[in-house]
């Protein structure tokens, strides 16, 4: 699964279970002990995207040489472990639902 992918599929989770409004879950608060901000998530998933990338398409260019072939292979394994613990470590966002429906404030 690439990153974008989970991504889509976090985001389609989250409205699934969403509330009007804002949704807010008790197990969703943030706990520094075991998540990262959102932001610092959003930069390690670039580098790791480039990363697994790259790799990848090294991995088609030398299809044929046996020697690279495992090394390429576990560059883009740890960039997919990497990628699943930081998706693990991020907490849901809020999701807005659909503004229009919110009362509006007077």
Not at 20 to 36: N, V
Not at 51 to 60: E, V
């Amino acid at each position: 699964m690439s990153a974008y992918d989970s991504i889509y599929k976090k985001m389609a989770e989250s409205l699934e279970h969403g509330s009007p409004g804002f949704a807010h879950e008790p197990a969703h608060k943030f706990d520094p002990a075991r998540h990262i901000a959102p932001a610092v998530a959003h930069e390690l998933n670039n580098i790791l995207t480039v990363i697994q990338g790259y790799s990848d398409r090294l991995l088609l260019k030398h299809i044929h040489d046996p020697a690279l072939q495992p090394h390429l292979k576990l560059i883009s394994q740890a960039a997919q472990r990497a990628a699943a613990v930081i998706r693990d470590a991020t907490p849901p966002m809020p999701v807005r639902k659909n503004p229009a429906s919110l009362p509006q404030a007077a």
